[in-house]
């Protein structure tokens, strides 16, 4: 099992740029999220869904959309990026909701400039 | 939204026992996890406490107190392996359902 991966792993953008970013999972969960990590903020969900063909805004949604046309893939992408979107991103699954536990992907070091 | 401590930074020594402290607002706590982090890595499943008490996994354990708004993850026989970010992360039950919120980590360094 490959478990939660994540491509690419490195990108770098120009402001205005557009991207997307895949997540993938074979172990039939049926959570999957989106997170990003800056320096001194911890994790913060951007958006999560709770089963194929639902999506839902997290903490700090502004500037990304996501979609989950199947149910082991998360796309997340960024229309417009902009330099406040330089960070790490986490993708993340779990069986069911927030009780249990999540396994993250290895992260895409985005920067925009 | 859910406030959550932890100390930023910790050092302790090889073979040691350090103590990670996490404190948050018990108003709508429903559960709290640990989560290691090493350096460009990903988060990774440490523990999981929803009734007060310590739950122990060979070096690691993890305690809560509900109505203290405390826990804390207990490391043993420290190795250097252990130099990571550990995360806090808790559960509140909002009117939109449980939201999982994580503290901004501590990080701990082993020396020698």
């Known amino acids: 099992n490959a478990g939660v991966t994540q491509t690419p792993k490195f990108r770098v953008l120009k402001t205005g740029q557009s991207m997307t970013l895949l997540c993938a999972q074979d172990?039939?969960?049926?959570?999957m999220y989106w997170y990003r990590q800056d320096p001194g903020m911890g994790l913060r969900l951007i958006h999560y869904?709770?089963?194929?063909?639902?999506?839902a805004k997290g903490e700090v949604p502004d500037g990304y959309n996501v979609s989950r046309l199947k149910k082991q893939n998360f796309l997340l992408g960024l229309e417009s990026a902009a330099p406040s979107q330089t960070s790490v991103y986490f993708c993340?699954?779990?069986?069911?909701?927030?009780?249990?536990?999540?396994?993250f992907g290895p992260g895409t070091r985005l920067t925009v400039l | 939204g859910q406030n959550i401590d932890q100390p930023t930074e910790m050092t302790a020594t090889e073979g040691a026992i350090v103590q990670i402290n996490c404190t948050y607002q018990?108003?709508?706590?429903?559960?709290l996890f640990w989560y290691q982090q090493h350096a460009g890595e990903a988060p990774t499943f440490l523990s999981y406490?929803?009734?007060?008490g310590l739950e122990e996994k060979g070096r690691f354990s993890s305690f809560l107190s509900r109505s203290k708004g405390y826990s804390y993850l207990l490391l043993k026989e420290l190795q250097m392996k252990d130099s990571a970010s550990y995360l806090c992360?808790?559960?509140?039950?909002?009117?939109?359902?449980?939201?999982?919120?994580f503290g901004t980590g501590t990080q701990l360094k082993v020396e020698l």
């Open positions: 993340a699954s779990s069986y069911r909701g927030t009780g249990n536990e999540q396994f």
């Open positions: 172990m039939n969960h049926e959570y």
């Open positions: 869904s709770v089963g194929e063909g639902t999506t």
């Open positions: 018990t108003s709508g706590f429903n559960g």
């Open positions: 406490n929803v009734l007060d």
């Open positions: 992360a808790v559960i509140w039950v909002t009117g939109g359902g449980n939201k999982l919120t």
